[in-house]
């Protein structure tokens, strides 16, 4: 997998007429930054990727990719001997007090040690396989108690089908996938649109609406125009009807009703190169705050914006992970219920198929 380059991000910065570009100055300028460890489940044992957080019903959740179980009857994932004891391609754990502690829902019947079924259900109608990844992010809030969850339909490594929605209840007090929206399971396909929700998703709690980022159709196959992320939102009580999305298309050309954009690049964009992360409103800096990790590399950056259609302000790093085993580091989550007045702000990422957990504290 190719990671971005300074010669990539130099080569952009030429020209004008770019609405991504950083704008302004980041308030974030004091802070302290401490790790706190890796986060592991207190009822299952994996190794896992991803763990995007989002709320139903007064409670937080995990959103998880890969969940690669730990051998029969190991309790630590540390100790966990080499070799492939079985998978599921995603899973959903709940939060609790400790950013360093989940547990785990939907568990299977293994004995002496439980293990995580899949949350995203795969469709054999669909010609779909357990073989195929559902690449979700944040668990949103809809209405009447139920919420959704964005997801990457993703068949193999060459290969996206498309991003869809599916709704999200209750079932025996766990959030359960009730249904999967689209002819196939997907309503925007990869080939054609943006991906819609695979670089992240966040319920605004200053408005009625879900915002969903998505990187670029897979036929751009220039790699710095593929880096290029496009934003969407319905209104949370709409979120299982097409019809009622609309597109960000741009600082001049704004919001379109039901048109997903069609033409790509700077100026219908709104950021770019940033990988997957989380968006949170920030009552300390009276801003939304993008958390996520610089391109190819183990930093933990910030950057804020006072509209979630931007622009935003350029990066701070926060803090800078060491790969474990020269491992890949990604994915920025945001735990914001772990203290609601922004003076903190814990994160966590993935570093190698470990969750690691730092907590940044702000001053002015």
């Given amino acids: 997998m190719r990671v971005l380059t300074p010669e990539d991000i130099q080569r952009r910065q030429i020209g004008g007429g770019d609405n991504t570009q950083p704008v302004g100055t980041n308030p974030i300028s004091n802070f302290e930054t401490k790790y706190l460890g890796q986060q592991n489940a207190n009822n299952s044992c994996s190794h896992r990727d991803l763990g995007f957080t989002g709320e139903l019903q007064g409670k937080w959740y995990a959103i998880f990719g890969d969940t690669l179980w730990c051998s029969p009857g190991v309790t630590d994932p540390s100790k ?32 002496p040690v439980r293990h995580q079924l899949q ?26 108690g139920a919420g959704a969850v964005y997801y990457l339909v993703n068949q193999d490594d060459n290969t996206l089908r498309g991003a869809g929605v599916g709704k999200v209840e209750l ?22 649109t943006p991906r819609y929700g695979d670089v992240a998703t966040f319920r605004d709690p200053r408005s009625d609406y879900i915002y ?29 009807d097409l019809s009622k999305y609309e597109y960000w298309w741009g600082q001049d050309a704004g919001w379109k009703l039901a048109k997903p954009h069609t033409e790509f690049g700077p100026t219908t964009a709104t950021v770019w190169g940033t990988g997957q992360g989380q968006f949170v409103w920030s009552d300390f800096f009276e801003c939304y705050i993008f958390v996520h990790l610089g391109p190819g590399g ?19 790093k926060v803090y800078t992970a060491t790969p474990i085993d020269g491992g890949l580091t990604y994915a920025g989550v945001a735990h914001p219920y772990l203290d609601t007045t922004g003076k903190t702000l814990t994160i966590s990422y993935t570093n190698n198929n470990h969750i690691e957990v730092i907590r940044v504290t702000f001053s002015k």
């Avoid at 754990?93 to 547990?103: E, G, I, Y």
């Avoid at 779909?128 to 992010?137: A, L, M, P, S, Y």
């Avoid at 220039?222 to 299982?240: C, E, K, P």
């Fill in 80 to 111: 966990d001997p080499d070799g492939f004891h079985g998978l599921v391609r995603d899973s959903i754990s709940l939060m609790t007090d400790n950013p360093l502690v989940v547990q785990d829902m939907h568990l299977n019947t293994d004995s």
């Fill in 119 to 144: 949350f995203v259900p795969f469709n054999a109608d669909w010609n779909e396989k357990n073989t195929f990844g559902f690449g979700g992010t944040s668990l949103v809030e809809t209405a009447n």
């Fill in 171 to 192: 079932v025996n007090g766990e959030p359960t996938v009730t249904k999967r929206y689209g002819d196939q399971g997907y309503w925007w396909p990869s080939p054609s």
């Fill in 212 to 240: 969903i980022w998505g990187g670029a159709p897979t036929t751009i196959k220039d790699f710095n125009d593929a880096q290029y992320v496009y934003l969407a939102r319905v209104n949370a009580a709409n979120a299982y």
């Fill in 298 to 316: 183990g930093d933990v950056l910030l950057r804020t914006a006072t509209a979630l259609e931007g622009p935003w302000t350029p990066d701070v």
